[in-house]
């Protein structure tokens, strides 16, 4: 599972300075000097949304479909886009790829889970000496709105991963469950709106005359981090975490599932402007049992995808949103003795598609097998580098981490050319 370590609910936003959690976070996130080479680039995108497939998705069963015994039982099916070709359980996909762009040629050393989770999510080797912001968070930290009164980087299913050095205020805010609004927004009800105010007021005077007594910095980005939790209980704006308001028949375009009902959310996110949106599906290392496990989560994965990308370019919303579909690693092209596929991270397929993202290509090959990157290859930071370069974070933009070293937003990522509209 993703690492769970590092991200807030509305609940630890209002509670954390008593606990004395962010103290140090917060002096973290002030320390990092940033410099940029050159300037950030222009934003193609006002938001991102990412679909994490958790677990390491078959690149053969999913968008690089082969014949012979490598492909298993799983059949080949022609899509809109005619160079490229899925697997027979993604028709609701096929029908829209010829708004998508289709990397076949991804690789990296990194086949561990969690290793890996974290290079597909900063771009960086894990490093056991400074833990690298995850893109999420170089988003928020970059495009937060301050007219925006909810978070800037939402997980769905989560809980992705977080600001590293940054700090908690750039973490990605959680909701396990999606469709119903985040807990906690009222007070406890013995707590009237008169008793909550002199409590702020009481809180407030402490904090100030300690501030005022030690100089300590942290108190006034406390204080911020409580305000931002309460605008949030206040906002309009939350209204967009429920599915009230959705139609029937909207939810079951895109399948009516824990991950169908985040892919709808995330539209609402992105409609009342969150920059950074991540909707997981768990369920994909399968060692065992591969061919029917994968079909379910590709019933579960085919309306809800298909359904977001021609909701986003129905209402106008796909030409400045970019949508992202990726997992850790690929699979073997060997099936095992428990009609399993074990982890491959030499090869497998990530999907891009909207804001400032080529139509129709598909770029890099792999063998006959799908064992290994035959042309076009490319390293999950360049995929990392893509996105911040789409979203308008340049990716040569370095910043030195409170224990002096210097860190750029990927290791080396380079935005990848081919991809660019």
């Known amino acids: 599972m993703n690492d769970s370590s590092s991200f807030l609910t509305r609940r630890q ?11 140090g976070l ?14 950030a680039p222009k934003p193609k995108a006002k938001s991102c949304i990412v679909l994490w497939m958790n677990g ?9 479909p082969k014949a012979g015994p490598t492909g298993g039982s799983f059949k080949r099916i022609a899509t809109r886009n005619r160079a490229l070709t899925v697997t027979e359980h993604l028709p609701q996909v096929a029908d829209i790829a010829d708004k998508l762009a289709v990397l076949r040629g991804v690789s990296s050393k990194e086949g561990n889970h969690q290793r890996a989770i974290e290079l597909g999510h900063t771009g960086h080797v894990p490093n056991p000496t400074v833990r690298a912001p995850s893109i999420g968070s170089w988003v928020a930290k970059h495009r937060s709105d301050a007219g925006l009164d909810i978070p800037s980087f939402v997980s769905l299913g989560g809980p992705s991963l977080g600001a590293g050095f940054f700090g908690n205020p750039y973490d990605p805010f959680v909701i396990q469950t999606p469709g119903q609004p985040p807990d906690d927004l009222a007070p406890a009800r013995p ?4 008793r909550d105010n002199r409590r702020r007021k009481l809180l407030d005077s402490f904090e100030s005359e300690f501030g005022a007594q030690t100089g300590d910095s942290q108190v006034a980005a406390r204080h911020a981090l409580y305000e931002k939790a309460r605008s949030m209980m206040a906002s309009r704006n939350i209204g967009a975490f429920d599915l009230g308001a959705e139609s029937e028949s909207t939810l079951q375009q895109y399948g009516d599932t824990d991950f169908g009902r985040g892919c709808v959310v995330a539209r609402r ?3 009342v402007g969150v920059p950074f949106v991540e909707v997981t599906l768990d369920g994909w290392d399968t060692h065992q049992n591969n061919f029917d496990r994968v079909k379910g989560r590709l019933s579960i994965l085919d309306p809800a995808m298909s359904a977001l990308i021609k909701d986003l370019d129905t ?5 400045s949103t970019l949508v992202v579909w990726m997992g850790e690693f690929g699979r073997t092209p060997r099936i095992n003795g428990d009609d399993g596929r074990d982890h491959h991270p030499g090869a497998f397929s990530v999907v891009m598609a909207g804001a400032g993202i080529k139509p129709g290509v598909v770029h890099g ?18 995929v990392v580098a893509t996105i911040a370069d789409r979203m308008g974070v340049d990716p040569n933009t370095e910043v030195t981490t409170p224990a002096g070293r210097p860190i750029r937003v990927t290791q080396k990522g380079k935005p990848i050319e081919a991809l660019k509209a």
Not at 365 to 382: F, S
């Open 269 to 271: 996110l992105v409609e």
């Open 56 to 64: 390491g998705p078959s690149h053969i069963d999913t968008f690089d």
């Open 26 to 39: 917060f002096a973290q996130a002030s320390s990092a000097e940033e410099k940029t080479a050159g300037g």
């Open 13 to 23: 936003w209002l509670s954390a300075g008593a606990a004395g959690l962010l103290a």
């Open 315 to 319: 209402r106008g919303l796909l030409s």
């Open 191 to 194: 707590v009237t709106a008169e």
């Open 365 to 382: 090959e792999t063998d006959a097998e799908g064992d290994a990157v035959a042309k076009d290859g490319v390293g999950v930071p360049d």
